[in-house]
């Protein structure tokens, strides 16, 4: 499936909040600490602090994911069920590659899907912790992804030396 990336507006708050919302209650280990009401405040905030990018589906339109990123940690990504498993998260980690030279995130432990996906996406583990310091109070794993270094090209004389118009090597 394509997907359509932009910047989310006000008026996505509703349906990415019940993204995340439906996120939460698809597992049974996640607590659920805020209504859906507080979803979608949350996801207004993320936006009016101008984080949030969302992937809609060209043919609708209408959002199928979202990634809210602040510089070069992503505090949410999320993608419809419906929608999963068609490239849309690698989509939207794209494009927040694109724009940053290492990202950092984290995950729950139990969430084993999210974690092999951020491995498959370049993403190393970092560490572990207990998720004390989370608001869940559930044990997370710290990634982090980061651009390739280019090394610098390297000339063997005479292998890599120019050659002329005729094939042989130029002083």
Same mark, same amino acid.
């Given at each position: 499936?394509?997907?359509?990336?932009?910047?989310?507006?006000?008026?996505?708050?509703?349906? !990415?909040?019940?993204?995340?919302?439906?996120?939460?209650?698809? +597992?049974?280990?996640?607590?659920?600490?805020?209504? /859906?009401?507080?979803? *979608?405040? +949350?996801? @207004?905030?993320?936006?009016? $602090? @101008?984080?949030?990018?969302?992937?809609?589906?060209?043919?609708?339109?209408?959002?199928? /994911?979202? *990634?809210?990123?602040?510089?070069?940690?992503?505090?949410?990504?999320?993608?419809?069920?419906?929608? $999963?498993?068609? @490239? *849309?998260?690698?989509? !939207? !980690? %794209?494009?927040?590659?694109?724009?940053? %030279?290492?990202?950092?995130?984290?995950?729950?432990? &139990?969430?084993?899907?999210?974690?092999?996906?951020?491995?498959?996406?370049?993403?190393?583990?970092?560490?572990?912790? %207990? /998720?004390?310091?989370?608001?869940?109070?559930?044990?997370?794993?710290?990634?982090?992804?980061?651009?390739? $270094?280019?090394?610098?090209?390297?000339?063997?004389? @005479? $292998?890599?030396?120019? !050659?002329? &118009?005729?094939?042989?090597?130029?002083?």
């Amino acid at each position: 499936m394509n997907a359509v990336l932009r910047p989310a507006r006000d008026t996505d708050a509703g349906k !990415l909040g019940d993204m995340m919302t439906a996120a939460v209650l698809e +597992f049974p280990w996640k607590p659920r600490l805020r209504s /859906g009401a507080e979803d *979608i405040a +949350f996801v @207004g905030q993320m936006i009016d $602090r @101008g984080w949030v990018t969302v992937a809609e589906d060209p043919e609708t339109p209408c959002p199928i /994911g979202f *990634i809210a990123r602040d510089g070069s940690e992503v505090n949410a990504l999320f993608v419809s069920a419906a929608a $999963r498993n068609v @490239g *849309i998260g690698r989509t !939207l !980690l %794209d494009s927040a590659k694109a724009l940053c %030279d290492s990202l950092t995130l984290w995950t729950f432990q &139990a969430n084993t899907d999210a974690q092999r996906f951020y491995r498959r996406e370049g993403f190393v583990e970092l560490r572990r912790s %207990d /998720g004390q310091d989370t608001e869940e109070r559930l044990p997370t794993v710290v990634f982090r992804w980061q651009q390739p $270094r280019m090394r610098p090209a390297t000339r063997t004389p @005479g $292998r890599d030396a120019p !050659l002329d &118009a005729t094939g042989k090597v130029t002083p």
